[in-house]
C-alpha cells in the first residue's frame, strides 16, 4: 500500500513538472493554446494509462515529448497555412541591430529585447512544423538521436530538419546576429 | 561546419530556448495538470450501476443535472432521450479525444454522408422577428470538409454549400447564386452562424468546436441493437465558447462513423437551441454536388460578394425582383 501511494506521488510529480513544459512546447508547435491543452492532455492520459508498463519518471518525459510532438505535427499539417508574412516582414526588416544583452536592463535594451523576442517569434512561425520542432527539441538539450526518435525519423532527416532550421532563422534573424558571430 | 558557424548554431540555440522557456513561463497550466490528475485517479475500468439518468460523470452531482434540465429545457431533453431510451449502459469507458480522432479520420475519407438536421431554438430567446433564427430543418450531404444542405427555415428554402476550396455558396433557387470568400472569417455573420448551425462537418467540429471542451465517453448498447459510444462535450472550467455550451455525440465504434449529433448553441452568453444531426446514409454523390454550379441553371445570375463583408441582411430574394 505504501509502495503504491509512493508511486502515486512521484508520478504526479512527475505530471506537475512535465506538463508545463511540454504544454509550452506544443504552444510553440501548434500555436494555439487550446489546442495545444487537447493534445497535451490526450497524450498524457494514454501514457499514464501505461504507468504500468513504463517507469514514467524516468523515461516518460521522452515518450510524452515524442508523442506530443506527433501530435502537434498531424495537427498542425491538416490545417489550412497561416499567412504571417506582414508580421514577419514588420518584424525583422526594419534594418541592422545588434543583439541585445538580456542582463541590461536600461529602456533602450528593453525595447530591444522586446522587439528581438518578437522577431524571434514571427521567424519561427514562418518555419515548417517539423523543423520547428527539432530545432526547438535540440535547444533543449535533447540529443540528435532522441530528436530522431521523437520526430520517428532517421538521424539523417532530423540532421536535415535542424539544419535547415538554423539556416532559415539565421536568414530571417540576419540583423540581429552578425553583429554577434565573428 | 567552420567555427563561425559553430557559434552562429548555439547562439541560434539559445534564442529558440528562451523562446519556448518564455512561453513555458507565459502559461498557466496548473488547471491542466488538475485535470489529468484527476483523469488518473478515476478508477477504470469504471463500475458505476446502470443508470439511464446519470449516463456519465459529469452528470453525477445532481446540481449539475438539474441546472442542465433547467437550462436546456424539456424539449431538448426530449431530443437526448429520444435515443438513449431503452439502452443499457455498460459503462465501459474509453479514450473520448482518441476516439473522435478516429472519427476524425474516417470522416476525412472522400465518402459522402447525408444527415438530417434540425435546429429547435430556445423559446425564452427566440427572436421572432428574425425568420433567420427559427425552426429549421434540413439535409446535409458532407464530405471530409465540403458540405451542401437543402434547409427550409419557416417559409425560407435555399441551399447551401461549401467547395473544395473553401468557398461557400448560397442558392435561394434555381436562377440565382451568391459566392462568398474562402474565408470563414469575412463571412457575413449571418452566413457564418446559418454554416455553423446546418452543417458542422465533422472536422471543422473537430479541430474549431471541440477543442474548447473536456471529453467523457462511454460505451451503450442494448440487446437489439448494435454497440454505440456516447461522447460528451463540456466546456472546460473558466472556458466560454462563441457557439456551443454542450455537444453530444454518438458513434458506431465498428464503423467509427458520427451517427447523432446534439449540439447546444449559444448567442451572446444566452441559450440559442439545439441542433440535432441524424445519420441518414452513407453513399457516394459526385464531386459536382458541392458546387453551386450543380444547383442553380446555366443561366443562373451568380453573384460575387466583394470583401470585406459587412453584416448585412441576407438577400435570399429572386433575381427578377433584384435586379
Given amino acids: 500500500m505504501d509502495h503504491s501511494k509512493s508511486a502515486d506521488g512521484k508520478l504526479n510529480t512527475w505530471v506537475s513538472e512535465v506538463v508545463p ?22 497524450c498524457c492520459c494514454r501514457l499514464l494509462a501505461k504507468a504500468d508498463v513504463y517507469n514514467l519518471p524516468r523515461d516518460g518525459t521522452k515518450l510524452l515529448y515524442r508523442s506530443v510532438t506527433n501530435a502537434c505535427i498531424n495537427w498542425t499539417q491538416r490545417q489550412s497555412p497561416e499567412v504571417s508574412l506582414d508580421q514577419l516582414q514588420n518584424s525583422v526588416s526594419s534594418g541592422r541591430r545588434a543583439l541585445s544583452d538580456s542582463a541590461s536592463s536600461g529602456p533602450v535594451q528593453m525595447a530591444m529585447q522586446h522587439e528581438l523576442e518578437q522577431a524571434i517569434e514571427a521567424a519561427m512561425n514562418a518555419i515548417p512544423v517539423d523543423q520547428r520542432a527539432a530545432i526547438e527539441l535540440r535547444s533543449l538539450g535533447h540529443s540528435l538521436v532522441e530528436v530522431a526518435e521523437m520526430l520517428e525519423t532517421s538521424h539523417g532527416n532530423a540532421r536535415v530538419l535542424l539544419h535547415r532550421a538554423r539556416r532559415a532563422l539565421a536568414d530571417r534573424l540576419k540583423s540581429y546576429l552578425e553583429d554577434q558571430v565573428r | 561546419m567552420t567555427h563561425q558557424d559553430d557559434g552562429q548554431n548555439h547562439l541560434i540555440d539559445h534564442l529558440v530556448r528562451n523562446y519556448v522557456e518564455r512561453r513555458v513561463k507565459e502559461i498557466d497550466s496548473s488547471a491542466l495538470v488538475e485535470r489529468i490528475l484527476d483523469d488518473h485517479a478515476q478508477p477504470r475500468p469504471a463500475v458505476a450501476e446502470p443508470s439511464i439518468g446519470q449516463p456519465i460523470d459529469r452528470l453525477k452531482s445532481n446540481w449539475r443535472w438539474m441546472k442542465l434540465v433547467s437550462w436546456c429545457g424539456i424539449s431538448t431533453l426530449a431530443v437526448v432521450f429520444g435515443f438513449l431510451y431503452g439502452r443499457h449502459f455498460d459503462n465501459r469507458t474509453a479514450n473520448a479525444s482518441l476516439i473522435l480522432r478516429d472519427v476524425q479520420s474516417e470522416h476525412a475519407q472522400e465518402t459522402d454522408y447525408c444527415y438530417r438536421v434540425r435546429f429547435d431554438p430556445d423559446p425564452r430567446y427566440w427572436n421572432r422577428n428574425n425568420k433567420l433564427d427559427g425552426p429549421s430543418l434540413s ?37 440565382k447564386g451568391i459566392r462568398f470568400s474562402n474565408s470563414p472569417s469575412r463571412l457575413p455573420k449571418v452566413v457564418e452562424q446559418i454554416c455553423l448551425i446546418n452543417s458542422m462537418s465533422v472536422p471543422r467540429l473537430l479541430n474549431e468546436v471541440l477543442v474548447d471542451f473536456d471529453l467523457n465517453s462511454q460505451t451503450v448498447s442494448s440487446p437489439t441493437e448494435e454497440q454505440r459510444t456516447l461522447i460528451w462535450a463540456h466546456l472546460k472550467p473558466n472556458r466560454t465558447h462563441s457557439l456551443l455550451s454542450h455537444a453530444l455525440l454518438e458513434i458506431d465504434p465498428r464503423t467509427k462513423v458520427l451517427i447523432r449529433l446534439v449540439l447546444w448553441t449559444v448567442q451572446d452568453g444566452h441559450p440559442k437551441g439545439t441542433v440535432a444531426f441524424t445519420l441518414l446514409e452513407k453513399a457516394m454523390i459526385t464531386d459536382d454536388q458541392y458546387k453551386l454550379r450543380f444547383h442553380v441553371d446555366s443561366d443562373a445570375v451568380i453573384e460575387i460578394q466583394a470583401l470585406p463583408a459587412p453584416d448585412y441582411e441576407l438577400d435570399l430574394a429572386e433575381p427578377s425582383e433584384s435586379t
Fill in chain 2, 139 to 175: 439535409h446535409l450531404w458532407t464530405r471530409g470538409d465540403r458540405f451542401w444542405s437543402d434547409c427550409t427555415i419557416g417559409d425560407i428554402k435555399f441551399k447551401l454549400g461549401r467547395e473544395a476550396n473553401g468557398t461557400v455558396w448560397i442558392s435561394p433557387s434555381r436562377n
Fill in chain 1, 21 to 42: 513544459q511540454v504544454l509550452g512546447y506544443a504552444c510553440t508547435l501548434v500555436r494555439t493554446r487550446q489546442v495545444a491543452e487537447d493534445l497535451v492532455q490526450d
